[in-house]
Each structure stands twice: as C-alpha cells, then as structure tokens.
C-alpha cells in the first residue's frame, strides 16, 4: 500500500521565540532536523519511489535540503495565514486583542484572524492538495503545524473542533497508510 507522510518544517528562529507567522529559517536544531531526515526516510521507504512536497516558505524548503527525490513547491502548503497578527508572541496578541483571543479560544475553527484566514479557510485553501494526494504514490509532505492539521483530520476523519487541537510535534514524521477502514498510523520522533 501506498503511503504518505508529514513532516513540520525543522525548528525555525520564529520557533524559539514563540512568534508565529513570518518566514524565518530554521534554527541550528531545525537544521540537524534536516540532516537526519534523509536517512529515516530511506529506512521506511525501502525501494519505492518518492515525491517530496514543501510550502513556498524558506523553513519547509530548508528542511527538505538533503532529501534527493523529486520535490514540488506548494504554496497552498504555506502556513495559516494570522494577518496583523503575525510575527507576535500569543501573549502579545492576548495583549493587544484580548477579545480576538478570546474568540479563538471558544472557536478555534472558525475563527478567522483580522486580515488572515481561519483552520476553515485553509480546509479549502488545501482541497487541490489533497485531491492530488490521493492521486499519487508515496508522498512526503513538509508543511506546517496548522497545514498537516488540515491533511491529517481529513485522513484520519477528525471532527472540525479536534482538527484545530490535533498533536503534529515539532521533528518528528508521520506516517499513514491507507487502509479500507481508515489510516494506520506511526509517528516516528528524531532525538536532536
Ligand atoms: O499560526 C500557526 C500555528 O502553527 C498554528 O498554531 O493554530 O495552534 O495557534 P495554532
């Protein structure tokens, strides 16, 4: 059976400054992410092929540096877009929109940041990657934490209000395989 993966993007500067949004690069832990990704890779895919899939942004492009399969950029990969929210620390914008915070707290899935796009938006923002995903062989895809959120509840059949709250950990890969009731699924942590 085929399978797909899920990788988030190494840990990037805006990572350890708890900031969301931007395109930062990847921090030097984010790099050694990236240098041990070829060789787990290779111990779970054996001898079939592979495509890689990235965002347009610089950390997932980086992550994917020593990986030698073919790759294709997406920007639909790209991360939820947070608007005039984006570069802040989530205690900055608690700060300064307490009542959007708020909001977000009581409906994660629908809400929609000031000038950015809600977990809803993106479902649709990704429809075009995910028909192209079931299309295909084995896929490797290094996105984002709310993007894998996105592809993973749609695989792993997840309510609207878990998908927003699903568990993608930094450096680790996901695995499914699709079986005919549902995915198999392994996560496969890198100890950097
Ligand atoms: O802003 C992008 C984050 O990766 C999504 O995290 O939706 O849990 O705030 P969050």
């Known amino acids: 059976p085929k399978r797909i993966w899920f990788s988030r993007h190494g840990e990037s500067q805006f990572n350890l400054e708890d900031k969301i949004g931007g395109d930062a690069d990847l921090s030097p832990r984010g790099q050694m992410y990236a240098d041990a990704l ?3 890779i290779e111990k779970h895919l054996g001898d ?3 495509t890689v899939w990235t965002s347009s942004m610089k950390r997932t492009i980086q992550t994917a540096r020593h990986l030698q399969y073919p790759k294709k950029h997406w920007k639909a990969l790209d ?7 984006d570069g802040m620390t989530y ?3 608690e700060e300064q929109y307490p009542e959007d915070f708020a909001r977000r707290d009581e409906d994660k899935f629908n809400y929609r940041y ?3 796009e809600s977990y809803r938006d993106l ?3 990704l429809e075009p990657v995910i028909m192209e995903l079931e299309r295909h062989e084995n896929i490797l895809i290094i996105a984002h934490q709310a993007t894998i959120r996105c592809m993973y509840a749609y695989f792993m059949n997840l309510e609207h209000d878990e998908l927003p709250y699903a568990r993608i950990p930094l450096h680790t890969v996901i695995e499914l395989v699709p079986r005919a009731y549902g995915c198999e ?4 942590k890198v100890n950097i």
């Open 38 to 40: 070829p060789e787990l």
């Open 48 to 50: 079939r092929p592979l």
């Open 79 to 85: 991360e939820l877009n947070t608007g005039v929210c």
């Open 91 to 93: 205690q900055e914008i």
């Open 114 to 116: 000031r000038g950015g």
């Open 123 to 125: 479902v649709l923002r």
């Open 185 to 188: 699924e392994k996560f496969y």
